[in-house]
Structures are given as C-alpha cells and as structure tokens.
C-alpha cells in the first residue's frame, strides 16, 4: 500500500531447522538482489494475511506466522518511506514455486551465513541487516501483538491465534 510516499510491507523469515529462505528478485528496482519474501501490503488487507499471502506468492509454501522481529522505517532506494513490518514463518503446505517474473531464484541458509553478503547483493541492505541481527540475537516478540482481521483469500482462511 502506498500513500504520499509512505509504503507498507510485509516480510517474512521462514524457517526450516536451522535455515531460512531468501529469494533472489528480479524486479526493475531490485535486479538480482538477494531478500526475504515480502511485499506491499494492499489497501484493505490486513498485515499478517498480506504476509501470508506475499510468502505464497512469491514461493508457492503455505505458512503459520509465529513471531515477529519487529517494525523497520526507512528510506528506500527508489526514495519512498517504507515502514516494513517483519515476521517469522513455518511451514505448513505448499512446495517450492517461485514466481518466474519477480523471483529468479531461492535457497535455503544459515541464519549465521546471512551476514556474509555483501550490500550490492542485498535488497535494502542496511534493513535486511537490522534484521538479520535480530534474528541472530533472538530479538523475536509474540505474533500476539498483532490484532488479525479474517483473510479474505481462499487460501489463506486460517485465523491464527
């Protein structure tokens, strides 16, 4: 969702064991940079269905949503203010499907190994590596604190709790 500038987005970190997936994107403003699934959360929608939703999208996996890393504002490279709110998935159906247009590439990895990329290869480095450090130092909070609507899509009908 966009308004005078200012952009929502829902990012997710899911985990399987030890590793976490990112994706590579290939969209105009973002070629081949390395990222979590995520997205613009649309007008209406509410936060943790648009994560959810983003996730499928961009991967084909069905996931829970168990916890958040919190809420990052910045400046993005194309000089809007994005307020991205950060979440932390499991699994629960789906197989990997990436969305050809926007995504060019997955992989699974070590939360540790995230802080080897360099910035050119990141998406917004300087948030991913706010992020990725409080992944690392299991700075998690509750899911709990976010209020959920009902989702309207289909697919993603479960209200979690």
């Known amino acids: 969702m966009s308004q005078d500038g200012i952009i929502l987005v829902a990012s997710v970190t899911i985990f399987n064991e030890a590793e976490v997936l990112i994706i590579k994107e290939n969209k105009p403003s973002a070629v081949e940079k390395w990222n979590f699934p995520s997205g613009r959360i649309e007008y209406g929608e509410d936060i943790l269905c648009s994560a959810r939703r983003e996730v499928k999208e961009e991967t084909g996996l069905d996931i829970k949503l168990i916890g958040t890393t919190g809420v990052y504002n910045f400046i993005s490279s194309t000089n809007n203010q994005v307020i991205l709110f950060h979440f932390i998935g499991e699994i629960t159906g789906g197989t990997i499907n990436l969305e ?28 991913l590596k706010q992020i990725i450090k409080n992944l ?12 959920e609507q009902v989702c309207e899509s289909s697919h993603l009908n479960s209200h979690e709790n």
């Open 100 to 127: 050809e247009d926007e995504i060019s590439d997955s992989k699974w990895i070590k939360v540790n190994d995230l802080v080897k990329f360099e910035n050119e290869d990141l998406r917004e480095p300087e948030v």
């Open 136 to 147: 690392l130092k299991k700075n998690l909070y509750t899911i709990n604190i976010y209020n």
